[in-house]
């Protein structure tokens, strides 16, 4: 971390972050990030074959990856211990008939995520508590979600 | 017990702060199980005064040792293991429904633990002997020991593939701790011990337990169970276990869970679909919640009346109010319409505090409401006979 905050190129770089998704057939793909793949399916009712989450559970799974990071690193720089930590996550889609072309009411983007923090640790409850607002405030995820990121759509129509 | 409407515990007694602090270390592996248990020693004299001011007739230790009324034999058996449910979660494969009891629970993962069976059973320690041991030199009073039952034990320790590296199958499990457990009550009985509770609250659990509203203490089989199989798999254990012991009270205690005060999410529902299998056990007593109205009414009993003993909840261990004498003699006496007096034991719904770091009432209340148990007891002796 010492060389990140010491080195701007570096920093740079790691303010880009990469992903390819390939169809699979059916409703599935696979997901290639540096030399990592994983599979992304839907559940029956999405009419998908359920084999793996489906993105938006990646979402969720994504920001508790990153608040799970986030607050380990906040607790080590203030020299807290932790001896288990778990974030339960459940967020509510604002009208998923929108997604399915049912309907055009509202969107169909999570309207809240809840983020519940587990943790055992000798801190006193307002440490804690103080350590865990920090993350949510400093999440990479965190922010991408509650701010709007420009998307950018382009297209390559291969022969 | 001569006396009409002994007064009993289920078994456990909230734990002093110290001994929780003692209890972490231990679980650490900072202090090994004997200096643990010499500690506990001090908290359970506790438990016993309180008993014994109340006024209670037939003791436990509290359960002061334990961690909880099942995850305990971890200590004493070898090849049982307490693994979390973030461990288990990695063998299973109905994950989905782990994740929905630990919302449902409002829990996580890594504080839920379970004994899980990874190798060959064999007895490290005595499962309860030292317990009863102990308390021989500390009180005169007759003494229950509560045991987990071998129908709980087989189905919270059993975990496809886990367990499959020492029994091929639950029924070969389920064999060991019959055998374990016939052992230990013999022991108990030689030894002093005068009423052996069988512990098998997930009976319940077989009837009422929908995914959403089911505990860990089921372990992996869930919606895979056919209820009536279940129930008779149950039954048989019970009975292996006890065949032909006598000289010894044996009673199996059934309740609705015990871990939570929000009563919306314990079991809720009758006695009924149990009482054919109630019927086949050869206990001496039932030791069954009634205090609470999820329990449902006594009247299941109307066509089976008086086959058995009956150790009735009249005081619901996770309230704060202490339940007045009227209402648990009122208790007893729809009790009377369906059993002799002379079968009536008076106890709590459950322990105080079932899962040491969760007690659902402070040690105070828990006195005050076995007190007014022993009071509405000497009344009810007035009424219904010399004491």
């Known amino acids: 971390m010492r060389e990140v905050s010491a080195n701007r190129e570096k920093a740079e770089e790691l303010n880009v972050w990469r992903a390819r998704v390939r169809w699979l057939g059916g409703f599935r793909g696979r997901a290639y990030v540096r030399d990592h793949t994983f599979i992304i399916d839907e559940p029956a009712d999405l009419a ?35 001896d288990n930590l778990e974030v339960s996550l459940e967020g509510r889609i604002d ?7 049912l309907s055009d009411q509202g969107h169909p983007g999570y309207r809240e995520i809840t983020a519940k923090l587990y943790v055992s640790s000798p801190a006193d409850p307002k440490t804690i508590e103080e350590i865990w607002r920090k993350t949510v405030e400093t999440s990479p995820v965190g922010n991408t979600l509650a701010r709007n990121v420009n998307i950018v759509p382009e297209v390559s129509i291969v022969e | 017990m001569t006396k009409l409407f002994p007064t009993t515990v289920v078994g456990s007694m909230p734990r002093p702060a110290w001994l929780l602090t003692e209890l972490k270390r231990k679980n650490r592996g900072e202090i090994s199980y004997e200096e643990f248990s010499s500690i506990a020693d001090e908290a359970v004299l506790l438990a016993v005064k309180y008993q014994e001011d109340a006024g209670i007739d037939i003791l436990t230790d509290g359960e002061q040792r334990r961690d909880n009324f099942y995850s ?22 109905d994950k989905s429904r782990y994740e929905q009891m630990l919302r449902n629970l409002d829990v996580p993962a890594f504080a839920i633990k379970s004994p899980v069976a990874v190798g060959p059973i064999r007895r490290k320690r005595p499962i309860a002997l030292d317990e009863l041991l102990f308390l ?46 016939r052992e230990e009550i013999i022991q108990l009985r030689d030894n002093g011990a005068s009423f052996i509770q069988l512990d ?17 203490m089921c372990a992996a089989i869930f919606s895979k169970i056919d209820p009536k199989k279940e129930l008779n798999f149950a039954t048989e254990l019970i009975n292996k276990t006890v065949k032909g012991i006598t000289g010894v009270k044996l009673g199996v205690h059934v309740c609705r869970g015990n871990w939570s005060r929000r009563e919306e999410s314990l079991l809720k529902g009758d006695y009924g679909p149990l009482i054919p299998y109630f019927q086949e056990m050869k206990v001496d007593q039932l030791v069954l919640e009634f ?37 648990i003699i009122s208790k007893v006496e729809e009790a009377i319409r369906y059993f002799d007096p002379s079968r009536i034991y008076l106890n709590p719904d459950c322990g105080f505090g079932t899962f040491a770091e969760s007690p659902v009432n402070t040690a105070t209340t828990a006195y005050q409401k076995l007190e007014a148990m022993v009071r509405a007891a000497a009344k009810l002796r007035t009424k219904y006979g010399a004491a």
């Not at chain 1, 986030?70 to 080590?76: E, K, R, W, Y």
Request: glycine share 6%; proline share 4%; hydrophobic share 40%.
């Open chain 1, 48 to 82: 998908g074959v359920d084999t793996a989450p489906n993105a938006v559970e990646y979402v969720l799974s994504a920001l508790g990856g990153c608040l799970t990071v986030g607050f380990i690193l906040n607790a080590t720089k203030n020299n807290i211990r932790v």
């Open chain 1, 95 to 101: 009208n998923i008939l929108t997604f399915l072309g």
């Open chain 2, 72 to 93: 305990f034999v971890a200590d004493k058996l070898e090849g049982i293991k307490l693994m979390t449910v973030a461990e288990v979660m990695d063998y299973v494969e």
């Open chain 2, 136 to 181: 021989r030199k500390h009180t005169r009073h007759e003494i229950k020991i509560p045991l987990p039952g071998p129908y709980m034990l087989t189905r919270a320790s059993w975990i496809d593939p886990v367990s499959r590296n020492a029994y091929w199958d639950r029924e070969e499990l389920a064999k060991e701790y019959v055998r374990l457990l």
């Open chain 2, 200 to 216: 098998e609250p997930t009976l319940t659990e077989i009837v009422y337990g929908e995914a959403s509203r089911q505990t860990f």
């Open chain 2, 291 to 327: 205090a609470t109205q999820r329990a449902g009414d006594l009247s299941v009993f109307r066509d089976v009346s008086d086959t058995r003993e009956l150790g009735l909840g009249v005081v619901n261990p996770r309230t704060s109010e202490v339940e007045r004498e009227d209402q």
